[in-house]
Nanobody, 115 residues
Framework: VQLVQSGTELRNPGASVKVSCKAS????????IDWVRQAPGQGLEWMGR????????KYAQKFQGRVTFTADTSTSTAYVELSSLKPEDTAVYYC?????????WGQGTQVTVST
């Protein structure tokens, strides 16, 4: 199982960013993908999840209205898009899938929001 994420992003405040997570080694549509972030010096923060089979989503309340999860089943790729970026959104963003009792993680994508 592999989750491979897109590369480092630098954005100005107010912009949007879209991070990808390409999955392989398992049946993509059978398992939810979660998105989690970690800001500098902070713990992991759950952003929400997507069901790739039907596109159903659940967003953490903190991010509702600013975040969108999508999934492309033709390429087994999940995406997170965060809009109206603030400096506080600076973090490493991770995708995660749980297969049975085992968690698999993407390598992380650094998103920096700064002028």
């Amino acid at each position: 199982v592999q989750l491979v994420q897109s590369g480092t992003e630098l954005r100005n405040p107010g912009a949007s960013v879209k991070v990808s997570c390409k999955a392989s080694g398992y049946t993509f549509i059978r398992y939810y993908i979660d998105w989690v972030r970690q800001a500098p010096g902070q713990g992991l923060e759950w952003m929400g999840r997507i069901d790739p089979e039907n596109g159903g989503t659940k967003y953490a309340q903190k991010f509702q209205g600013r975040v969108t999860f999508t999934a492309d089943t033709s390429t087994s790729t999940a995406y997170v898009e965060l809009s109206s970026l603030k400096p506080e959104d600076t973090a490493v963003y991770y995708c995660n899938v749980r297969l049975g009792i085992k968690d698999y993680w993407g390598q992380g994508t650094q998103v920096t929001v700064s002028t």
